[in-house]
């Protein structure tokens, strides 16, 4: 009876973190056993189950997720080198190809404004509305540093929490998310749409200028987004000038894996059961699908405006691969393309929506960031 | 292209700060998808330009 006593008094102290113990390892198997962007979500899921074990001191000042979380995410260091390794990878040949594709990044950013007025109606202030809204950039670092320098972090932590894991989170479920959402909108007739491809070679002049020029035009749009497209583009210079070969290969692989684990383990110091039960975790979850659907919607619609009065067609699927969730949603779009003709290939075309939706992601945070970092909450 | 720079100047989509409410969001909608497309437009002519300077370039080294 005693033992009971004792176990109840256990269960009554602790089912919250008891709930956060299953969300983490739940996180930990879609990472490892459904493959759902594992380098993310596995030391988030591990670093939930770590804060909310009982007398875990790992958030108090000092220790290493306290630590962690000031010396990386409070400053938006953490996601803003990673976006250098990010940019190191990116290979814009696609876009600077045919920069028309660009259009399509522009548009599939349709979710973003739409889950914030979603999430205005729904009563959130204007700041933690823009916040959630950002999930539609389906950018990790983007996602943390609007929510981090609208001042959601220090004043609605486990908001963040619940922002950080649903724009991981739908990020890897990109697969899942927009082919249903692509097939409800496209017919069969516009799937089967055949686009062309002729490679071209673009000149080391070309992908040099390019994100130098980038840098500099999106800094005079939005000011805001200028450390994020900053470090963007010094990554891609660093891959794309051919003297700092190491440079590259270091930032794309060292330098990427190492802030990633970082990153991934200091998100959890907001996610304490306290602070991230609450109902608004599920609101932003729901928010944050309704980014990614309206992303895919935006996409394809505009694709289809084009096909009004374009005379060559394109098959609308490209304008869902302009969300920037690289490379799944190219992927995607080329799958659904081969599915239904084999002898179509879209990849190339949707690598380049796919690339650009990652430019236009960041233009979008950087005008997020200028409207709503004057407003007073 | 100057008449959109020119809404974006006028007002018109420019959100109330003190009373935000979802008339505002929408007018952050439009702002910001216009925003967008003006950046991106000038993005594409960019490299447009930079393509054919390229292309000349390397027609006058050969």
Same mark, same amino acid.
């Given at each position: 009876?005693?033992?009971?006593?004792?176990?109840?008094?256990?269960?009554? *102290?602790?089912?919250?973190?008891?709930?956060?113990?299953?969300?983490?390892?739940?996180?930990?198997?879609?990472?490892?056993?459904?493959?759902?962007?594992?380098? /993310?979500?596995?030391?988030?899921?591990?670093?939930?189950?770590?804060?909310?074990?009982?007398?875990?001191?790992?958030?108090?000042?000092? +220790?290493?997720?306290?630590?962690? $979380?000031?010396?990386?995410?409070?400053?938006?260091?953490?996601?803003?080198?990673?976006?250098?390794?990010?940019?190191?990878?990116?290979?814009?040949?696609?876009?600077?190809?045919?920069?028309?594709?660009?259009?399509?990044?522009?548009?599939?950013?349709?979710?973003?404004?739409?889950?914030?007025? &979603?999430?205005?109606?729904?009563?959130?202030?204007?700041?933690?509305?823009?916040?959630?809204?950002?999930?539609?950039?389906?950018?990790?670092?983007?996602?943390?540093? =609007?929510?981090?320098?609208?001042?959601?972090?220090?004043?609605?932590?486990?908001?963040?929490?619940?922002?950080?894991?649903? *724009? $991981?989170?739908?990020?890897?479920?990109?697969?899942?998310? +927009?082919?249903?959402?692509?097939?409800?909108?496209?017919?069969?007739?516009?799937? /089967?749409?055949?686009?062309? $491809?002729?490679?071209?070679?673009?000149?080391?002049?070309?992908?040099?200028? #390019?994100?130098?020029?980038?840098?500099? =035009? =999106?800094?005079?749009?939005?000011?805001?987004?200028?450390?994020?497209?900053?470090?963007?583009? #010094?990554?891609?210079?660093?891959?794309?000038?051919?003297?700092?070969?190491?440079?590259?290969?270091?930032?794309?692989?060292?330098? %990427?894996?190492?802030?990633?684990?970082?990153?991934?383990?200091?998100?959890?110091?907001?996610?304490?059961?306290?602070?991230?039960?609450?109902? +608004?975790?599920?609101?932003?979850?729901?928010?944050?699908?309704?980014?990614?659907?309206?992303?895919?919607?935006?996409?394809?619609?505009?694709?289809? /405006?084009?096909?009004?009065? %374009?005379?060559?067609?394109?098959?609308?699927?490209?304008?869902?691969?302009?969300?920037?969730?690289?490379?799944?949603? *190219?992927?995607?779009?080329?799958? &659904?393309?081969?599915?239904?003709?084999?002898?179509?290939?879209?990849?190339?075309?949707?690598?380049?929506?796919?690339?650009?939706? +990652?430019?236009?992601?960041? =233009?979008?945070?950087?005008?997020?960031?200028?409207?709503?970092?004057?407003?007073?909450? | 292209?100057?008449?959109?720079?020119?809404?974006?100047?006028?007002?018109?989509?420019?959100?109330?700060?003190?009373?935000?409410?979802?008339?505002?969001?929408?007018?952050?909608?439009?702002?910001?998808?216009?925003?967008?497309?003006?950046?991106?437009?000038?993005?594409?002519?960019?490299?447009?330009?930079?393509?054919?300077?390229?292309?000349?370039?390397?027609?006058?080294?050969?």
């Amino acid at each position: 009876m005693e033992i009971l006593n004792v176990a109840w008094e256990f269960i009554q *102290a602790n089912w919250m973190n008891a709930i956060m113990w299953i969300i983490g390892g739940i996180l930990i198997y879609l990472a490892i056993k459904k493959d759902m962007e594992p380098t /993310l979500l596995l030391p988030i899921g591990f670093g939930a189950i770590l804060v909310n074990l009982p007398g875990s001191t790992l958030t108090e000042p000092g +220790q290493i997720i306290e630590l962690l $979380y000031k010396s990386g995410i409070e400053n938006e260091f953490f996601p803003l080198v990673l976006f250098i390794g990010i940019g190191a990878m990116i290979d814009f040949g696609p876009v600077l190809t045919n920069p028309k594709l660009m259009l399509f990044g522009a548009a599939a950013q349709f979710g973003i404004f739409f889950t914030l007025s &979603m999430a205005t109606l729904v009563g959130f202030l204007p700041k933690e509305a823009a916040s959630i809204a950002i999930i539609g950039a389906a950018d990790g670092p983007t996602s943390i540093v =609007v929510a981090n320098a609208l001042g959601i972090s220090t004043n609605n932590p486990g908001l963040f929490g619940a922002i950080v894991v649903a *724009a $991981y989170s739908y990020m890897a479920l990109v697969p899942i998310v +927009q082919r249903p959402v692509i097939k409800l909108i496209t017919t069969k007739k516009e799937r /089967l749409i055949r686009m062309e $491809y002729k490679q071209q070679d673009v000149s080391k002049f070309t992908r040099i200028l #390019f994100p130098i020029v980038i840098t500099a =035009v =999106v800094g005079f749009v939005a000011p805001g987004g200028l450390p994020l497209i900053g470090c963007l583009m #010094f990554g891609n210079l660093i891959r794309e000038c051919g003297v700092l070969n190491s440079l590259s290969e270091t930032a794309q692989k060292v330098l %990427a894996n190492l802030i990633t684990i970082f990153l991934g383990l200091s998100i959890s110091y907001t996610m304490k059961a306290a602070s991230f039960l609450q109902t +608004q975790t599920l609101i932003v979850l729901g928010l944050g699908l309704i980014a990614f659907v309206f992303d895919t919607v935006g996409g394809v619609f505009f694709a289809k /405006l084009i096909n009004i009065f %374009a005379k060559k067609k394109i098959n609308p699927m490209i304008g869902a691969a302009g969300i920037s969730a690289f490379p799944m949603s *190219a992927r995607v779009v080329h799958k &659904m393309g081969q599915e239904e003709d084999n002898q179509n290939f879209l990849l190339m075309h949707s690598i380049g929506a796919n690339v650009s939706g +990652q430019i236009a992601s960041v =233009v979008a945070g950087g005008l997020i960031l200028s409207i709503f970092t004057s407003f007073p909450n | 292209m100057h008449g959109l720079t020119n809404i974006l100047k006028s007002g018109i989509l420019t959100p109330n700060t003190d009373n935000f409410q979802f008339i505002d969001s929408l007018k952050v909608m439009a702002r910001g998808m216009l925003s967008i497309f003006i950046v991106t437009a000038i993005l594409i002519l960019l490299v447009v330009v930079l393509n054919k300077y390229s292309k000349k370039k390397n027609g006058e080294d050969k």
